[in-house]
């Protein structure tokens, strides 16, 4: 997802990778906004956990900070060499890690 996001010409500031479990409440507005009317129940039926996931603008950045004020300093900071920010979210909280972009075999 990240590679993706930079082949279309995003800068690594420009945006994040999330994934964030659809059935957590705390999150519904997020995946709303990203994901308006996706169908999660054909991923229910198929036995599977439905998960939104992909890159999003880094506006998101402030609401998440306000959301959850522990993971600011890791949403602020300065992004280390050729990392871009993964968020992951679930369980009424989220976690930020720095993930190196890499392309997929179709992406190539």
């Known amino acids: 997802m990240a590679f993706r996001a930079i082949k279309r010409g995003l800068s690594r500031e420009q945006f994040v990778v999330v994934a964030i479990d659809i059935d957590d409440p705390t999150w519904t507005e997020v995946v709303d906004a990203i994901m308006p009317g996706y169908?999660?129940?054909?991923?229910?039926?198929?036995?599977?956990?439905?998960?939104?996931?992909?890159?999003?603008?880094?506006?998101?950045?402030?609401?998440?900070?306000?959301?959850?004020?522990?993971?600011?300093?890791?949403?602020?900071?300065?992004?280390?060499e050729?990392?871009?920010?993964?968020?992951?979210?679930g369980s009424g909280g989220a976690s930020v890690y720095f993930i190196e972009p890499l392309p997929h075999f179709n992406d190539q």
């Open 39 to 80: 169908n999660w129940q054909e991923i229910r039926e198929r036995g599977e956990k439905p998960v939104a996931r992909g890159s999003v603008r880094a506006e998101i950045i402030d609401c998440l900070g306000d959301v959850v004020p522990d993971i600011k300093p890791s949403l602020t900071c300065s992004l280390p």
């Open 82 to 89: 050729g990392a871009v920010r993964a968020i992951i979210m």
